[in-house]
């Protein structure tokens, strides 16, 4: 780098501009996903919203690719780039409840942990990741699925107002009343318009929840998933379940692991949802019981970073029982012992998130039943295992193919390989991939901000 490129961005972010013979600089550029293993010339740490527009100016003055982290989680690895700029927001991590407004302004580079523990002080929560070492940003701004999402909707759903820094250094509040065509882009369509420094969120009352997961043998995994299916056919809003196929416990078994949640208000209902997890299927393990909110966002763990992932989603508008057939078998074909995690999850579409005219935006999968992913997860160290294992997540999904019409469905679980123009195009539909369109070349012409696919020009 030389040292008029350093200059620029050190005045930017004075102090604070770590390069590859800086000690942290390995530290500071892992991802989630080692699978994407960058090396960027800079990686900048903005304290504030102002800093960041300085970052962005200073950024584009240098003409180097440039990247946004938040919190890193992106599998496509969307948080950074070789030889290039990363503007890293985890220094903007704060969370301020207010309790009596039920609202919380959350830095752009917060986790969902940092959200959760300060929103659950107070009992009070919204929808977010269901692994809490999540990014805030990214999720929200790819829609959010999450434990509450039955009950309150999408992460994006709750947004009141985001602060958002544009390419040309702006620095907007945008909500429904202010910029109402950003606000609808903003609600799905991922990191193509601007940094966004700080959301301001809806919280909900959440005093209790009844939760936990539990795992069943996968000696059958059609049944698990039909089991899966029926459960979440009559459930009400309130009760949020997702399903893993995976390996469980010290002796690696293959097993049916259902996560629940049920932030309902009829003190009966848990003993109704109780008889029937246990109905059909007899239980390996049972953790359900009443928690609070924090605990059931961490009770699945959490993965390091710096594994190899390669995830294939899709969403369908049914479970039917050919498909449940084709997915037992996908399972019985993964490779399921350590460090190998092949996972396929399933994850409902129901009650608030189904609701399109609760809050105007582009998410594409609202009228969808659930979402299908093949995750695949292995060691950092394994790359001679990438094609392989790429190809066991992708034939999933090109089984679930034939039951959607929703392109890559959930941006934040879509392979780059899917990210195609056409395919972005299926995803959205032509009518609002053509107004996404139209609103980047308005804010962002030159490409500055990166997404998983283009929108229009070539990214810089």
């Given at each position: 780098?030389?040292?008029d490129v350093r200059s620029?961005?050190?005045?930017?972010?004075p102090?604070?501009?770590?390069?590859?013979?800086?000690?942290?600089?390995?530290?500071?550029?892992?991802?989630?996903?080692?699978?994407h293993d960058?090396?960027?010339?800079?990686?900048?740490?903005p304290g504030?919203?102002?800093e960041?527009?300085?970052?962005?100016?200073?950024?584009?003055e240098?003409?180097l690719?440039?990247?946004?982290?938040g919190?890193?989680?992106?599998?496509?690895?969307?948080?950074?780039?070789?030889?290039?700029?990363?503007?890293?927001?985890?220094?903007?991590?704060?969370?301020?409840?207010?309790?009596?407004?039920?609202t919380?302004?959350?830095?752009g580079?917060?986790?969902?942990?940092d959200?959760d523990?300060?929103?659950?002080?107070?009992?009070?929560a919204?929808?977010?990741g269901?692994?809490?070492d999540?990014?805030?940003?990214?999720?929200?701004?790819?829609g959010?699925i999450?434990?509450?999402?039955?009950?309150a909707g999408?992460?994006c759903?709750?947004v009141?107002?985001?602060?958002?820094?544009?390419?040309?250094?702006?620095?907007?509040?945008?909500?429904?009343?202010?910029?109402?065509e950003?606000?609808?882009?903003l609600?799905?369509?991922?990191?193509?318009f601007g940094?966004?420094?700080?959301?301001?969120?809806?919280?909900?009352?959440?005093?209790?929840?009844?939760?936990?997961?539990?795992?069943?043998?996968?000696?059958d995994?059609?049944?698990?998933v039909?089991?899966?299916?029926d459960?979440?056919?009559?459930?009400?809003?309130?009760?949020v379940?997702?399903l893993?196929?995976?390996?469980?416990?010290?002796?690696?078994?293959?097993?049916?692991v259902i996560?629940v949640?049920?932030?309902?208000?009829?003190?009966?209902y848990p003993?109704?949802?109780d008889?029937?997890?246990?109905?059909t299927?007899?239980?390996?393990?049972?953790?359900?019981?009443e928690?609070?909110?924090?605990?059931?966002?961490?009770?699945?763990?959490?993965?390091?970073f710096g594994?190899?992932?390669?995830?294939?989603?899709?969403?369908?508008?049914s479970?039917?029982?050919e498909?449940?057939?084709a997915?037992?078998?996908?399972?019985?074909?993964?490779?399921?012992?350590?460090p190998?995690?092949?996972?396929?999850?399933?994850?409902?579409?129901?009650?608030?998130?189904?609701?399109?005219?609760?809050?105007?935006?582009?998410?594409?999968?609202?009228?969808?039943?659930?979402?299908?992913?093949?995750?695949?997860?292995?060691?950092?160290?394994?790359?001679a295992?990438?094609?392989?294992?790429?190809?066991?997540?992708?034939?999933?999904?090109?089984?679930?193919?034939?039951?959607?019409?929703?392109?890559?469905?959930?941006?934040?679980?879509?392979?780059?390989?899917?990210?195609?123009?056409?395919?972005?195009?299926?995803?959205y539909?032509?009518?609002?991939?053509a107004r996404?369109?139209?609103?980047?070349?308005?804010l962002?012409?030159?490409?500055?901000?990166?997404?998983?696919?283009?929108?229009?020009g070539?990214?810089?």
């Open positions: 780098m030389s040292a620029t961005l050190e005045a930017a972010c102090g604070r501009v770590v390069t590859p013979e800086h000690p942290a600089y390995d530290r500071a550029r892992l991802l989630f996903n080692g699978a960058h090396r960027p010339a800079a990686i900048c740490l504030d919203t102002a960041v527009r300085a970052a962005v100016l200073a950024a584009q240098t003409g690719p440039t990247a946004i982290r919190g890193g989680h992106n599998v496509a690895g969307a948080g950074s780039v070789d030889a290039g700029v990363v503007i890293d927001l985890r220094l903007l991590s704060g969370v301020r409840v207010d309790p009596g407004a039920r919380a302004r959350v830095g580079g917060a986790t969902w942990a959200v523990l300060a929103a659950g002080t107070y009992q009070l919204t929808t977010g269901t692994f809490d999540t990014g805030v940003g990214g999720l929200t701004l790819g959010g999450g434990h509450l999402m039955g009950r999408l992460s759903d709750n009141l107002s985001y602060t958002l820094v544009t390419a040309s250094g702006e620095t907007l509040t945008v909500s429904p009343e202010t910029y109402p950003i606000d609808w882009a609600r799905g369509a991922g990191h193509h940094a966004v420094t700080e959301f301001t969120f809806r919280l909900h009352d959440v005093p209790r929840v009844y939760g936990g997961y539990v795992a069943y043998p996968a000696d995994p059609a049944a698990a039909r089991f899966f299916r459960l979440m056919r009559d459930a009400p809003d309130e009760l379940c997702t893993l196929l995976e390996r469980y416990g010290p002796m690696q078994e293959p097993a049916a996560s949640c049920y932030s309902g208000d009829d003190p009966a003993a109704v949802l008889k029937a997890l246990r109905a299927l007899t239980p390996l393990a049972w953790a359900v019981g928690r609070s909110y924090v605990s059931m966002q961490q009770c699945l763990g959490r993965l390091p594994l190899r992932h390669y995830w294939s989603a899709r969403c369908v508008d479970l039917p029982d498909l449940t057939e997915l037992a078998e996908r399972f019985r074909a993964a490779r399921i012992t350590d190998y995690n092949d996972t396929i999850l399933i994850e409902p579409i129901h009650g608030a998130v189904r609701d399109r005219a609760r809050v105007p935006g582009v998410v594409p999968f609202r009228t969808a039943r659930f979402n299908i992913t093949g995750m695949a997860i292995w060691d950092a160290g394994l790359s295992a990438d094609a392989r294992q790429r190809e066991w997540a992708r034939s999933v999904s090109q089984l679930a193919e034939p039951y959607s019409t929703w392109g890559a469905g959930y941006l934040n679980y879509a392979d780059r390989d899917s990210l195609t123009a056409a395919r972005s195009e299926q995803t539909g032509p009518e609002n991939f996404l369109r139209r609103l980047k070349q308005q962002d012409p030159d490409g500055f901000f990166r997404s998983g696919y283009t929108l229009t070539a990214p810089r």
